[in-house]
């Protein structure tokens, strides 16, 4: 396993802590939907969405370094295992981020009705959320999810169509930076062409998830905050959100050679 190396470890636990921060940002609607206080929670929301993109795109420059140090053999076949190990980790990021959800809609719950009651001071919260008690209460109030956690669940809470949608949008987010780098390798002479198509991909996922998916569940949050709305439906809705993000992570091992050789042939209209 020599494509296994020091520096894949190291990017495929910042993969990793990017998606577990992804699935985690769930339980903050729920959140603000059991204290009331839902446009601060989407300030917390947004904050998270925030610093995991700003963390992919620090990510980038070390995934496409695993590039230049490849060997000139059997090149393809070593970069795809070593992507294919990235992607993986983003699987147990977001697994993870599954296991730990009811914990964080508790210490989200906390942290919303900080955030409110100190007129929305992010360095307050930061104060708060990095101090010793805080952490404490955290340890404390961590557990895993359980079979009561499901009670009453109905497959008729979960719209197919919201799980699908994001399902594939996460799988391109997945792989989106990876297949264009890929692509880059199939297409050497067009390579800076292919490298630059991932903004345009992560581009186009981002503008997918905030139009198909994010509003649907905002208004299910509204609509539980003026008693229209059950929080259990919202609460099954954002499990099915973090399992189909489960899966869309397993599909992008699928996408990723496929979504690779679109880029490179798609390069071929640019240049």
């Given at each position: 396993m020599e494509f296994l190396t020091e520096k894949v470890i190291y990017i495929s636990?910042?993969?990793?802590v990017i998606h577990t921060i992804e699935t985690l940002a769930y339980a903050v609607r729920l959140s603000g939907a059991r204290v009331g206080l839902i446009a601060s929670a989407l300030s917390l929301f947004n904050l998270m969405v925030i610093v995991s993109r700003m963390a992919n795109m620090m990510q980038q420059p070390f995934t496409g370094s695993l590039v230049d140090t490849a060997p000139t053999t059997n090149t393809l076949s070593f970069v795809e295992d070593q992507y294919r190990v990235i992607i993986g980790a983003s699987t147990v990021g977001t697994l993870i981020g599954m296991i730990l959800l009811p914990t964080f809609v508790a210490l989200f719950?906390?942290?919303i009705i900080h955030l409110s009651k100190q007129g929305g001071?992010?360095?307050?919260?930061?104060k708060m959320v990095f101090s010793i008690?805080?952490?404490k209460r955290g340890l404390n109030q961590m557990h895993f999810p359980s079979k009561a956690y499901l009670t009453g669940f109905s497959l008729a809470y979960i719209p197919k169509k919201l799980f699908l949608i994001n399902m594939?949008?996460?799988s391109i987010y997945t792989i989106g930076v990876l297949s264009a780098l890929y692509a880059a390798l199939l297409t050497p002479d067009r390579a800076s062409t292919a490298i630059m198509a991932s903004g345009l991909i992560n581009g186009i996922a981002t503008i997918l998830?905030?139009?198909f998916v994010d509003p649907k569940i905002s208004v299910m949050a509204d609509d539980v905050i003026n008693k229209r709305g059950d929080y259990r439906k919202l609460k099954y809705v954002s499990l099915m959100m973090v399992t189909s993000r489960f899966f869309g992570t397993l599909m992008a091992q699928l996408l990723f050679i496929p979504g690779a050789e679109y880029i490179a042939w798609f390069t071929k209209f640019i240049v």
């Open positions: 636990l910042f993969i990793l719950s906390r942290s001071s992010i360095p307050s919260l930061f008690e805080f952490i594939v949008v996460t998830l905030v139009v």
